[in-house]
């Protein structure tokens, strides 16, 4: 079958660093998304990798390696407004989206 | 304005009834989902339609259907609601330009069937 994990909580402290893993067992591969959700609201994009290596996006980076199925997302210089649930996502040989049940990021002062 | 809107916000109805969900977008985009969301899962594809004409089974679509009455209009029917279709329910849309067009979702519908 398959799978996408992900850890379902972490915390850090405001101006920190943190890395949300994601690990993914597909059909195939056709890129890989992470969205943002604040509670209660809808998800929105944030990055894509389809090649391995780093994306760079302002304060979030996105890092894949295709050959050990695995990503992170990377937040540096942490903000409160960044406390939100982090969905990652996998296109697969279809492509069609299989979705990971997110990492709810807790963020403290 | 939002570009893609849901109706209703939040929706709570009985074991049994027919209910609509409602989804109209702004952006001219081809390719329309209707997602559920549930608490400890990821979002599980329902229905998608490519165009006014196509309509696509997603994962879990028993207890459902849909209708694309437009290119800006998708919607999602429960024909005898349950309680275990209590969800968050989201439609997004996506440009057909590439694969890797990212989804551009509604606010979400909250349906409790009680």
């Known amino acids: 079958g398959q799978n996408i994990d992900q850890p379902t909580e972490m915390t850090a402290t405001e101006g920190a660093i943190v890395q949300i893993n994601c690990t993914y067992q597909?059909?195939?591969?056709?890129?890989l998304f992470w969205y943002q959700q604040h509670a209660g609201e809808a998800p929105t994009f944030l990055s894509y990798?389809?090649l391995d290596g780093l994306e760079e996006k302002g304060r979030f980076s996105s890092f894949l390696s295709r050959s050990k199925g695995y990503s992170y997302l990377l937040l540096k210089e942490l903000q409160m407004k960044d406390s939100a649930s982090y969905l990652c996502?996998?296109?697969?040989?279809?492509?069609?989206?299989?979705w990971g049940a997110g990492t709810k990021l807790i963020i403290k002062p | 304005d939002a570009d893609v809107t849901q109706t209703p916000r939040n929706r709570i109805t009985k074991t049994g009834k027919r209910i609509m969900l409602e989804c109209s977008q702004t952006?001219?985009?081809?390719?329309m989902y209707w997602y559920r969301q549930d608490p400890g899962l990821g979002l599980q594809l329902i229905y998608y339609s490519f165009d006014v004409k196509d309509i696509n089974k997603g994962e879990i679509s028993d207890g459902y259907s849909v209708s694309r009455q437009a290119q800006a209009k998708f919607s999602l029917s429960l024909e005898s609601a349950i309680p275990n279709q209590t969800a968050l329910y989201f439609c997004?849309?996506?440009?057909?330009?590439?694969?890797?067009?990212?989804?551009?979702f509604g606010n979400g519908t909250r349906l409790t069937v009680t």
């Open positions: 997004a849309t996506s440009d057909l330009q590439g694969d890797n067009s990212p989804l551009h």
């Open positions: 990798n389809v």
């Open positions: 952006k001219g985009h081809d390719r």
């Open positions: 597909t059909s195939g591969f056709n890129g």
């Open positions: 996502a996998v296109m697969d040989s279809n492509y069609q989206l299989i």
